[in-house]
């Protein structure tokens, strides 16, 4: 429904308005709870014998879909578990993490829902997990050779396990204090509990994988020595450079980037004292940006006892239903409604900033927000539509423009193409002999699957740099992307 200025918005649900969220005592536990297991597999017995099964084209890594889906079906959760390892290194997280571009291609979805097939992964995991049936893998034997992976985020430890697996010796250097990246520290627990990511850690420290902390590349061990101390070198830092957004206010106090504050939350959550943290109490809060992050922030802000939560996004509402453009089997972009959105707040769409507005001690006091309007395919502010929305936190979740490329570019004077990152050929090399680059680092912002698949395929081609042969599996070039018809 409209405001009388046009403004788009959407309530989640019929609330009181300025109903401080921490009255409804949620914790950081996962909100979602472990399925049924008979509705599981009624759901995995769904998965037909399709001629073409297409969510394997949705699927960046390839996953077995129909075959765990069967073996669900028939309650054999250990060859499931096999099928499910044998595609994806990581399945408690993609289970719980990605959007699920396969159920989006599954060919029951021309006409009717389409099987839930990540519900079905991840039940799949936990109860391997609880069966104990997920151990390590060491090697046979060891080849010799060194590898070091800059970057512990999902790329970076698929691309690592996967070496460690076939015989090399792999450190693993992360600049955070503990290791994970994103998925330590960008992910809240209500999402995904850190026990999943210590569990798969432990795993791999014991098949072999060498886990350094607190080290940034470039700048404790440059990129050179870093180099000449091991045979290959895989760069999988991520995308970590926010979209600011430029306009009247910005360096006022309490208009953060989304990150700063996600990070000193999950710190807290680790049990770490933050000096000085960003917090959401009693505050009026506004999140600028419609995905996933802005929906990570809104989630915290609720569990922090924010007075009152706003979400503003500058485009259309997406559809409820596939657009004609977008037809089966693409991934369409649609309105979702994650569990952080079902807890309150509000969604505004079609609102541009203009300005942050100040109080008399250079703090955020509010917004000043504007109906988008579409001028030769831009978004620009229309001319007396301006309101203002009370704001004590601001949280700019706009997405990534590209890694972080300063010490890159003195030290190993590696190119950037023209989006920003790191240059690599389709193996997955840069410019630089036995220097690699996977997931977002190469690839810009993307999803989770796509950095396990390419942190997978970097270690076949690092492998075959090393070993002259690929052993490892090499499931998808820099270049590929979903079919679309």
């Not at 099987?115 to 390590?136: C, L, Y």
């Not at 193996?427 to 390419?454: K, P």
Request: glycine share 10%; proline share 6%.
């Amino acid at each position: 429904m409209a405001d009388p200025k046009g403004f788009l918005k959407v309530p989640v649900r019929e609330t009181p308005k300025r109903r401080p969220v921490a009255l409804r005592l949620m914790d950081w536990k996962e909100v979602y709870e472990q399925g049924d297991s008979a509705t599981l597999r009624r759901q995995a017995g769904r998965c037909m014998d399709c001629g073409i099964p297409f969510c394997h084209q949705g699927c960046p890594l390839g996953n077995l879909i129909p075959e765990w889906n069967d073996l669900t079906w028939r309650d054999e959760g250990r060859a499931a578990i096999e099928r499910l390892h044998a595609t994806n290194n990581f399945p408690e997280f993609t289970g719980r993490l990605c959007p699920a571009p396969c159920e989006s291609s599954c060919v029951l979805g021309i006409n009717q829902d389409p099987v839930t097939i990540k519900q079905v992964e991840v039940s799949i995991i936990d109860q391997a997990f609880a069966n104990g049936w997920v151990t390590p893998h060491p090697p046979e034997r060891l080849t010799g050779k060194t590898v070091a992976v800059v970057g512990s985020g999902p790329a970076g430890l698929a691309a690592a396990q996967q070496l460690t697996r076939a015989g090399h010796t792999v450190a693993v250097y992360e600049r955070d204090d503990r290791i994970g990246g994103l998925l330590r520290y960008g992910i809240p627990d209500f999402k995904m509990e850190k026990k999943h990511l210590e569990t798969r850690l432990a795993q791999m420290q014991a098949e072999g994988t060498r886990f350094r902390a607190g080290v940034e590349i470039g700048v404790d061990i440059s990129w050179a020595d870093l180099k000449s101390r091991y045979d290959a070198v895989i760069i999988a830092t991520g995308a970590m450079k926010p979209r600011d957004l430029a306009v009247p206010g910005r360096d006022l106090l309490g208009v953060h980037f989304a990150m700063e504050y996600l990070v000193q939350q999950n710190k807290a959550g680790a049990g770490d004292s933050v000096a000085e943290q960003i917090t959401a109490e009693g505050k009026h809060v506004v999140v600028l940006g419609g995905g996933d992050t802005g929906a990570d922030c809104i989630g915290t802000a609720h569990r922090q006892g924010a007075l009152s939560v706003t979400n503003l996004a500058i485009g259309i509402q997406p559809p409820t239903e596939r657009p004609e453009h977008q037809p089966w089997p693409m991934a369409p972009t649609l309105f979702e409604v994650s569990s952080a959105h079902e807890e309150g707040g509000e969604r505004v769409y079609l609102a541009s900033t203009v300005e942050f507005l100040s109080n008399e001690v250079g703090e955020v006091r509010g917004i000043r927000v504007a109906e988008t309007e579409y001028l030769d395919g831009r978004r620009v502010p229309k001319a007396g539509t301006e309101r203002d929305i009370p704001a004590d936190l601001v949280l700019l979740a706009l997405g990534f423009t590209g890694p972080e490329t300063d010490t890159l570019d003195t030290q190993l004077a590696i190119p950037f193409d023209s989006r920003g990152n790191v240059a690599r050929a389709d193996n997955y090399e840069t410019s630089e002999s036995g220097v690699f680059v996977a997931g977002d680092a190469g690839r810009g912002q993307s999803l989770i699957v796509w950095a396990i698949a390419e942190g997978r395929a970097a270690a076949s081609a690092v492998d075959r740099f090393l070993e002259g042969e690929t052993e490892l599996p090499f499931p998808v070039k820099p270049t590929d992307r979903a079919i679309s018809i």
